[in-house]
């Protein structure tokens, strides 16, 4: 039998995506899902003369359908819902591209059939359930990485850019009893809460501290890695994101702040001490702050790490202050 430590040492990761963290989702069109710092960066590309398969990408882009998945935003069950779902295959397509023959890549058209086949008729328990069953599609598909996003609209109320799962699958090559075979595994995968929009005193200018303004909220809630099945990992599923948003509106509304950066980090804290989530990145923009600019804001992310040495850092200043 193979020992666990050789299986690791066996596997050998077919390097696609970057292992930067992904910016926060900013809206249809300009996505980032789309970005192409996604795809190989130029830095992996080996000399010249070298063996080499390029990897090309076909995709989707803002697909929208209607599905039953979980309670709607007034938590009334067995409701269609828009989904709207974007995916990326990375492949090779140079053949594609050399002959110019259909025959010789995977149509977008056929990943579109497949998608809407798994989802027609069917009642998803949540979009993490939704999603874990488009992932088994990649079982089908060839490639070597796979990127999807699945976001819910109209799923959550004040959230007006609405609420979503994206994840990564990587094509691994694992050696198992001296046979060599190609297995899809999760890369990473995040939960994205997008534009929640409440007001609250927020600037350092006298103006700014006499009354509320609006502010635009994006949440993104990094999953654990190397997890098999992610869509288990968070118990209480949407109810869980729901209740977050909640905690959020309580803190927001009724704060004063001078700098978006502290209300960045209060979101961030009530999020890792509430909620059982191990890495959490907010993105505040208030529209209102530069007249000739769309909005500004922050980003910020922060991890259970951070939240340790805060602990350690409090601890430390309360022991100075009663000495």
């Not at 000399?47 to 697909?63: E, Q, V």
């Not at 397509?93 to 809407?116: E, H, L, P, W």
């Not at 929009?197 to 890695?225: F, W, Y």
């Not at 905690?247 to 961030?268: H, K």
Request: hydrophobic share 40%; net charge negative.
């Amino acid at each position: 039998m193979e020992s666990e430590t050789e299986r690791k040492e066996s596997t050998t990761e077919l390097d696609v995506f970057h292992d930067e963290p992904h910016n926060p989702i900013l809206n249809a069109e300009e996505s980032s899902f789309f970005n192409s710092d996604s795809l190989v960066p130029s830095s992996a590309m080996p000399p010249a003369g070298s063996a080499y398969r390029h990897l090309d990408t076909i995709y989707l882009h803002n697909l929208e359908l209607s599905v039953v998945f979980g309670p709607d935003a007034w938590n009334r069950p067995d409701r269609p819902q828009p989904i709207i779902l974007s995916l990326q295959l990375q492949i090779d397509n140079t053949s594609a591209g050399n002959v110019d023959d259909i025959r010789n890549t995977f149509s977008y058209s056929q990943i579109c059939k497949d998608v809407m086949a798994k989802l027609d008729s069917k009642t998803f328990m949540s979009i993490d359930h939704l999603t874990s069953e488009l992932a088994g599609l990649a079982d089908n598909w060839p490639g070597e990485a796979l990127k999807m996003q699945a976001m819910a609209p109209k799923a959550m109320l004040r959230v007006e850019g609405g609420f979503g799962r994206e994840f990564s699958l990587k094509r691994i090559e694992t050696k198992t009893h001296g046979f060599k075979t190609l297995n899809w595994h999760v890369g990473s995968h995040e939960w994205v809460i997008k534009g929640l929009k409440l007001a609250c005193i927020i600037g350092v200018n006298h103006h700014e501290q006499l009354e509320k303004q609006n502010i635009s909220i994006d949440i993104r809630i990094q999953g654990e890695a190397e997890v098999a099945d992610y869509s288990l990992q968070i118990k209480g599923g949407f109810e869980t994101w729901r209740q977050l948003v909640k905690r959020t509106c309580d803190v927001v509304e009724p704060s004063t702040f001078q700098t978006l950066e502290a209300l960045a980090a209060l979101i961030a804290k009530t999020a890792l001490e509430s909620f059982p989530v191990p890495q959490i990145t907010v993105r505040i923009e208030k529209p209102s702050a530069i007249t000739f600019a769309q909005g500004a804001g922050v980003e910020i992310t922060r991890d259970r790490r951070w939240m340790r040495n805060m602990r350690i850092e409090s601890s430390a200043v309360n022991q100075l202050d009663s000495r």
